[in-house]
Every structure is written in structure tokens, then in C-alpha cells.
């Protein structure tokens, strides 16, 4: 009915969130943490490597992936280990400020920001494709993906393109 039902404060500028089994999952980007809602609670999370402005993160089954713009990667934490994936750069594989992410089966999408594209990779980091650089992307900040379609917010150039 459009009432708010709970309200939590105090985060430093929350940027793409993640639900999962009931939780919600917020990078902040002016403190490099990610902060967990669960049961009425704000606790802090970590995910063993500490994001130096997290911009975007989506949790899975057995999988997180965090957005993490001012060194160019994409964190990524299983069941196992956590790891990179990603450098700065502009080749394909190659990130330049990653503004979001999206996990899709066993892929991970990710907004490539500052290289006006989307990029495909497999759950381990290995580069599959790219889309948006020559589609007229300008800065690709926001992303949902299913097996099917990727959607991508362009804040350069105001519009969503599927």
C-alpha cells in the first residue's frame, strides 16, 4: 500500500544493492564497507578483501561480487577463498572504474563505467564478452541482467538500453 514498513539510517552513501534469502546488502561508498540487513539489524560484513569504495554488489547461492571502483576490480568470495578479478585498463578483461555488478548462473556482469561498456565473465575472471562500447554507451552505471537480457543504465547519456 505504498507505507514504509522499517527504516534504517546512518549509511555513507549507499550505492546498488543486493537482496538474498531476506537480507539486504548495501556498499558504502564513502566508508569502503558493506553493511547487512537482517532480522531488524545493521551489521557490517566482510568479505576478506577490504573495497576501497564499493559501488555495486550481488550475492548468490554460494557467490558475492562486489563492484570495486577506485582499483578497478570486481572482489568476488565463495564457499572457498576471495579473490579478484579484473585490473585497470581498457582492453577486454581490463576494467576503468566498475560501477555494478550482476551474477547470472555461473557468470558475472559487470558495469564497466568509464569504458562505456558491459563485461561478461566467467566465475573465475576469465574474460567472455563485452557489449554497450560500440552501442553508443557513455557511462554505464547500473545493471540487472537475466540468462536472456542485460539492462544497463547510461548516467552519461540519461537513458536505460536493453
Not at 72 to 97: A, P, Q
Amino acid at each position: 500500500n505504498g507505507k514504509i514498513l522499517e527504516e534504517f539510517n546512518g549509511f555513507k552513501r549507499p550505492m546498488h544493492i543486493s537482496l538474498f534469502k531476506g537480507k539486504v546488502y548495501i556498499p558504502e561508498y564513502l566508508i569502503d564497507s558493506i553493511k547487512v540487513i537482517g532480522n531488524g539489524k545493521v551489521l557490517p560484513f566482510n568479505l576478506g578483501i577490504k573495497p576501497n569504495a564499493p559501488a555495486g554488489i550481488d550475492v548468490s547461492n554460494s557467490l558475492i561480487a562486489v563492484a570495486y571502483f577506485y582499483n578497478h576490480r570486481i572482489i568476488v568470495r565463495n564457499k572457498d577463498s576471495t579473490y579478484t578479478i579484473g585490473r585497470k585498463g581498457h582492453k577486454n578483461g581490463e576494467l576503468f572504474y566498475p560501477t555494478d555488478v550482476k551474477i547470472v548462473k555461473d557468470k558475472i556482469v559487470v558495469a564497466d563505467a568509464y569504458n562505456n561498456r558491459v563485461q561478461v565473465f566467467n566465475r573465475e575472471g576469465k574474460f567472455i564478452s563485452a557489449i554497450g562500447e560500440k552501442d553508443s554507451i557513455k557511462v554505464a552505471t547500473g545493471i540487472d541482467a537475466n540468462e536472456n537480457k542485460i539492462f544497463v543504465t547510461d548516467s552519461g547519456d540519461r537513458k536505460s538500453v536493453v
